[in-house]
């Protein structure tokens, strides 16, 4: 049972366009959401969360939107630069953190 | 800054080995977690503790178990190694409980490969 989906397993854009990742969760339960990035053969950083009391939070260039009545929130990165090329996990946290399946960003120069 | 230190970064292992993969961290953080990742499946837990001499199932335990013999030590086993069980592994901890919204932070992950 995959409570915290990641439906698309890459995304390519453009450097200075937007990036947007998105993630859906099923338990109601969840009150706490994170975004990690994952760079290849290293282990994955911590890059911004919300409280599920929040609709959204705002981190420099890096925004995340919880939309609580849908079960979605999503990670947008303006504008995006060729570093952030990474993988980017979705997680939630109900007792112990649920990551999704990760989304590979390629952000092309 | 937090440090999470995994001995060991990449193995070669025999089907039927015990294997360990030690991981160490430096900011006295209660909590540690070791997870695997596989492509298309995330991160999924095998066990977490929450204290020394403390340890819970995560949600793949299975051909796992783990030692907490000290705060700054979390040890995972893998009794008899299986070649499903080639992965990268990754070690976590966390201050406090993740249920009020900590962060974990993550080892740089040890790459076992089972032959």
């Known amino acids: 049972d995959q409570q915290v989906k990641q439906n698309s397993p890459s995304l390519s854009v453009q450097e200075g366009r937007i990036s947007i990742l998105n993630c859906d969760y099923t338990?109601?339960?969840?009150?706490?959401f994170l975004w990690y990035k994952k760079y290849p053969a290293e282990g994955p950083t911590f890059l911004i969360s919300?409280?599920?009391?929040?609709d959204k939070n705002e981190d420099g260039r890096f925004t995340v939107f919880l939309n609580k009545s849908a079960k979605h929130l999503s990670l947008h990165i303006v504008p995006s630069q060729p570093g952030d090329s990474a993988v980017y996990f979705c997680a939630a946290s109900h007792s112990r953190l649920t990551f999704g399946e990760g989304t590979q960003l390629t952000v092309n120069p | 800054d937090v440090k999470v230190t995994q001995s060991s970064r990449y193995l070669v292992k025999r089907t039927g080995e015990k294997v360990f993969l030690e991981c160490v961290q430096d900011?006295?953080?209660?909590?540690m977690f070791w997870y695997r990742q596989d492509p298309g499946l995330g991160l999924r837990l095998i066990y977490f503790?929450?204290?020394?001499?403390?340890?819970e199932k995560g949600d793949i335990p299975e051909g796992y178990s783990v030692s907490r013999e000290k705060k700054e030590r979390f040890s995972l086993i893998l009794e008899s190694a299986s070649t499903n069980q080639t992965s990268m592994y990754l070690c976590?901890?966390?201050?406090?409980?993740?249920?009020?919204?900590?962060?974990?932070?993550f080892g740089e992950g040890s790459w076992l490969t089972v032959v």
């Open positions: 338990n109601s339960m969840f009150d706490y």
């Open positions: 503790s929450y204290d020394v001499k403390m340890k």
């Open positions: 919300i409280s599920s009391i929040k």
């Open positions: 900011m006295d953080h209660e909590n």
């Open positions: 976590a901890s966390s201050f406090s409980r993740v249920d009020s919204g900590n962060t974990i932070y």
